[in-house]
């Protein structure tokens, strides 16, 4: 079955500085999307990226997607103490609308 | 901004009894679905609801577990005798479609429902 994987599975930076995250998984998907998730709280939906796009921008926010290699990355630009979360992928098959997400990045930002 | 919103955010319960989660998607979504989180896991796909019927369930949504529409607005997911290892964190996810077809899945999560079982 398709599978998110990150890595790495913890990073620790200076604030200003930029974070990137990887993700791989398995087999062919529809979209790929990334979450953020505070300690204990909700996922919180960051961007998605359709399975033709190579690259999509949101703010400081820049994710690449390479279907040949099946992985993606998410780059933070400009890192914030806020940007402290745990950040997920997660991929859908064509023709599935559930989810599958990968174990996650912890990410902390320090001042 | 219209946001998926769940009660309760805790819900304690004794093994053996019923729980209902309850969810309110955002309101022009027409596919919802719940997923849970056990503490330090990855976050699992239980099932998926559209038109008013199952469109795609995991292993783990068993006999024990139903979701019901029960009016215009709610979503809720009943465990009907609770495990032990029914303790995690339970998300209410809903995502638009376009004219019955999904054309992109963005799906947006609520803040969740810690189930507690002892």
């Known amino acids: 079955s398709q599978q998110g994987e990150e890595d790495p599975q913890a990073l620790s930076i200076q604030e200003g500085e930029n974070a990137t995250m990887n993700c791989s998984y398995k087999?062919?998907?529809?979209?790929l999307q990334w979450y953020r998730q505070n300690s204990g709280r909700g996922l919180v939906h960051l961007i998605l990226?359709?399975?033709?796009?190579r690259e999509k921008h949101s703010g400081r926010l820049r994710v690449t997607l390479d279907t040949s290699k099946k992985s993606s990355s998410l780059l933070i630009t400009a890192s914030r103490a806020a940007d402290t979360a745990s950040y997920f992928c997660?991929?859908?098959?064509?023709?599935?609308?559930?989810?599958?997400f990968g174990q996650g990045t912890r990410l902390t930002i320090n001042p | 901004e219209p946001e998926v919103t769940q009660t309760p955010s805790h819900q304690v319960t004794q093994m053996g009894q019923e729980v209902i989660l309850r969810c309110v998607p955002i309101?022009?979504?027409?596919?919802f679905y719940w997923y849970r989180q056990i503490l330090g896991q990855k976050v699992e796909f239980l099932v998926s609801?559209?038109?008013?019927?199952?469109?795609?369930k995991s292993e783990i949504f068993d006999d024990q577990f139903s979701v019901e529409r029960p009016d215009g607005s709610n979503f809720t997911l009943k465990i009907r005798s609770t495990k032990l290892e029914d303790s995690a964190m339970y998300f209410c996810?809903?995502?638009?479609?376009?004219?019955?077809?999904?054309?992109?899945?963005?799906?947006?999560f609520g803040p969740g429902t810690r189930l507690t079982v002892l």
């Open positions: 996810a809903s995502s638009e479609a376009t004219s019955g077809m999904i054309s992109y899945n963005e799906q947006f």
């Open positions: 087999t062919s998907i529809n979209n």
């Open positions: 990226i359709r399975s033709n796009e």
């Open positions: 997660a991929t859908d098959a064509q023709g599935a609308q559930k989810l599958v």
């Open positions: 309101s022009n979504h027409l596919y």
């Open positions: 609801f559209y038109n008013n019927e199952i469109s795609e």
